[in-house]
């Protein structure tokens, strides 16, 4: 096998799986990627605009349930992995439908491992000993954590509290017993909350920077004192490269950021940013509007990476303050990538999601 067999991507025009491609092919000498994209609502080809004729890159606009399909791209194209991104993945929107997460992630990530254990059937040598299933999860599978409680590591017990976390804990249990069962060579990580370039505005970050420069209010649920590990984008894209380089077959790896904040004081600072950046008569935290909490809403996510820190010597480079200011910059400055996305099938989204939730008082003695 070759050094540029390539790398077989699903969900490779969503936020994390784009970053990821973006990442991989900056490199002149990265092998080529076939990316394939069922391009839903969070999909989105522009995010990719800048590899416009680059032979490297192959977009696939497929179902990752669709087995034919995926047999062919893995017959034709021999890839030395696949890096699994594809899934649905925003909270509220399971609780509206979950029937969608528990098909593109459990029967989604089974169809896959079925045709990448027939893939794996065939080849030897070396294309054999470097062939790498890698699925990409998050830390939600583990539920929640009480102030006082330690961080979130590889073996603490799975407790998934909303349609979401669960669709994805079954995708990580199918994945583990496709290595155990079938001797498939897999590797999962575990992320916590991503943010950066090209999230769709559904999510707390774009979405409060998407409100505040239209003027709308800032949505915040309950008292805003949950509690995220923020990772950055392209941390969480270089990790991912590690653990696919260098992971032990069939482990789990934590990804986190170190970088434990309420959701209030992440919107208080996006404020604080955009009064710097683009200034206006009033402050944007006059915008900050508190809501009905959403059902089963966990409490505190934290993740221990020390096992990825150790093994593999891999280290978030951001802090989260430069992570945010980088990330408020981008968007200020695509605003036209901003428009694009948030079409009136997301406008219809978002009156349906916040439509039924009552605003509570305005908290605004609340400090994060």
């Known amino acids: 096998m070759t050094t540029q067999s390539p790398l077989l991507v699903t969900g490779g025009a969503g936020f994390i799986g784009s970053n990821f491609v973006l990442r991989h092919l900056r490199n002149a000498a990265a092998a080529p990627m076939v990316n394939l994209d069922a391009l839903t609502y969070a999909g989105n080809p522009h995010n990719l605009d800048s590899l416009a004729g680059d032979a490297r890159h192959t977009l696939v606009h497929g179902d990752i349930l669709d087995r034919e399909l995926v047999r062919s791209l893995l017959t034709t194209h021999r890839p030395r992995a696949i890096v699994h991104f594809a899934a649905e993945s925003h909270v509220d929107r399971s609780i509206l439908g979950p029937g969608a997460f528990l098909k593109t992630n459990i029967d989604g990530t089974f169809n896959l491992l079925e045709c990448a254990r027939e893939h794996y059937a065939t080849l030897d040598g070396a294309e054999r000993d470097a062939f790498r299933f890698l699925h990409v999860s998050t830390d939600e599978v583990?539920?929640?954590?009480?102030?006082?409680?330690?961080?979130?590591?590889?073996?603490?017990?799975?407790?998934?509290?909303?349609?979401?976390?669960?669709?994805?804990?079954?995708?990580?249990?199918?994945?583990?017993?496709?290595?155990?069962?079938?001797?498939?060579?897999?590797?999962?990580?575990?992320?916590?909350?991503?943010?950066?370039?090209?999230?769709?505005?559904?999510?707390?970050?774009?979405?409060?920077?998407?409100?505040?420069?239209?003027?709308?209010?800032?949505?915040?649920?309950?008292?805003?004192?949950?509690?995220?590990?923020?990772?950055?984008?392209?941390?969480?894209?270089?990790?991912?490269?590690?653990?696919?380089?260098?992971?032990?077959?069939?482990?789990?790896?934590?990804?986190?950021?170190?970088?434990?904040?309420?959701?209030?004081?992440?919107?208080?600072?996006?404020?604080?940013?955009?009064?710097?950046?683009?200034?206006?008569?009033?402050a944007y935290a006059d915008q900050i509007t508190y809501v009905t909490d959403r059902p089963g809403h966990d409490r505190r996510y934290a993740i221990d990476a020390r096992k990825i820190q150790r093994e593999l010597e891999w280290f978030p480079a951001q802090d989260f303050v430069n992570g945010l200011r980088l990330t408020v910059e981008w968007y200020l400055n695509n605003q036209p990538w901003v428009q694009n996305v948030t079409s009136g099938a997301y406008r219809e989204w978002m009156d349906k999601n916040y439509s039924d939730r009552t605003a509570t008082s305005d908290h605004k003695g609340v400090t994060a």
């Open 142 to 282: 583990y539920g929640t954590l009480q102030p006082d409680e330690p961080a979130f590591h590889e073996d603490t017990p799975f407790a998934p509290n909303s349609p979401y976390a669960a669709s994805k804990a079954a995708s990580d249990h199918l994945v583990r017993a496709w290595t155990h069962t079938y001797g498939l060579p897999t590797l999962i990580t575990n992320c916590s909350n991503n943010y950066g370039p090209f999230q769709f505005p559904e999510k707390l970050i774009p979405l409060v920077l998407s409100n505040a420069l239209n003027g709308k209010p800032l949505p915040v649920y309950g008292d805003g004192l949950q509690v995220r590990d923020w990772l950055f984008v392209e941390d969480h894209c270089s990790a991912i490269e590690t653990v696919l380089a260098k992971g032990r077959l069939g482990e789990t790896y934590n990804i986190g950021g170190n970088n434990q904040q309420t959701n209030i004081s992440v919107v208080r600072t996006i404020c604080t940013l955009l009064d710097e950046l683009r200034p206006k008569a009033t």
